[in-house]
């Protein structure tokens, strides 16, 4: 984007939406999830059918999501929250069993293991890609490790080959090779060497959040396997015990959450594309950018774009990274947002079940990190504009 082009758009004036750094819609919907929700609200009226719980709508949107991840199930539930919760009760921790996930990242993961009576070990990220670090894992790897549990950061896929690789070189004493469980509440729809994310892994968590990249009237989630002898106790889990039995309580998606859930699964690709084109019509303007580095995608990998992650130079790490999202926001009107802070050191709760370990290359990338909005909707004009207030104040910033 040359001086003129930036020049003439930032006379033009601001944002036609004013994007919050994480819009507050991820998706968009249209007249078919309406006449979906009504209809089947209606269907619901009658006292012989009423709006429970394990029902048609309910498996045709469980089939739909299995097969647009290409894995054989997909359990529904409420939220990926449930859904890690899940995910970790299924390891039977015992005290003192160690799960690995990285630091850079929302707190749904942690929390979970903590949640269920283990150990949190946090892990690196590898700089450029900011996906968990294979080889820092492997060094973080014990006798008590049970799983490695990446998260698909900011859309994009983590690279689970690697991690398969080092679960298989080092098995557990009692459970063998290491279960690899991924986060994809933020990359749902994304691809990894010819997959859909959600295949590679024993299970995979989704979000179908209000922010996230499909929604279910803004909260929901899914599990996807392709391990059958798992979904029972999920099932389980999800509904009191019901079915294989064992402890349960209730984490199940509504019906008519089910009925919208399946319209949007059948727009997913297209609304990753818009985003992708979003993206990339952004990555071309901002070629060349001073200080700043453009977000990263791997050769074999779709990256989804659920956030658009800028990185500011080593030196500007920090207070001056603070200094440029401040002036982003009240200079020309464009929202950013750190996404994530080191979970270990930003949150106390976590931050006392680590020992307050030191994790050097994640806290410097979470220094000089920072996402600008984007989504499937945003017109040329806006992402232009994002794209003349990034170049203005870098340069200023810069001199
Ligand atoms: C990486 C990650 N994991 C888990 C969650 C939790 O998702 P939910 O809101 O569906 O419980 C989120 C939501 O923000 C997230 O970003």
Known sequence: MNVKERESLLK??????????????????GEE???VAVKTIRESFDPTVGFGFICPEIEAFERAFADYCGVKDCVSINGAGSGLD????????EPGDEVICPSVNFRAQPMSIVGQGGTWIPCEIDPVTLQADPNDIEKRITPRTRAIYPVHMNGL???MDDYYEIAERHPHPKYGP??????????CGGGYKGTKIGKKGWMTVFSFHTQKLMTTLGEGGAITTDDETIVPRLKAIRQFGWGAGGWGTNYKMTKVQAAVGLVQVKKLDQMIGSRRKVAQARSKMLEGIPGLTLPFEPEGCVHTYYLYTLLVPKEW?????DEFM???REEYGVDSVVANPPAHTSIPFLAEHTGRSSLPVSEEIAARLFCVPTHPCMSEEDNAYICAALWDLAEKMKA
């Not at 033009?12 to 819609?25: D, N, R, T």
């Not at 290491?178 to 990359?187: E, T």
């Open 12 to 29: 033009q004036g601001s944002l036609k939406v004013k994007w919050p750094a994480e819009p507050l819609l991820g998706a968009y919907y």
């Open 33 to 35: 999830e309406v006449e």
């Open 86 to 93: 899940m995910v970790m009760m299924c390891l039977d921790l």
């Open 157 to 159: 896929s983590a690279p």
């Open 178 to 187: 290491l279960k690899v469980i991924g986060d994809a509440a933020r990359s």
């Open 317 to 321: 790490a920090g207070e001056k990274r």
């Open 326 to 328: 401040m002036r982003l």
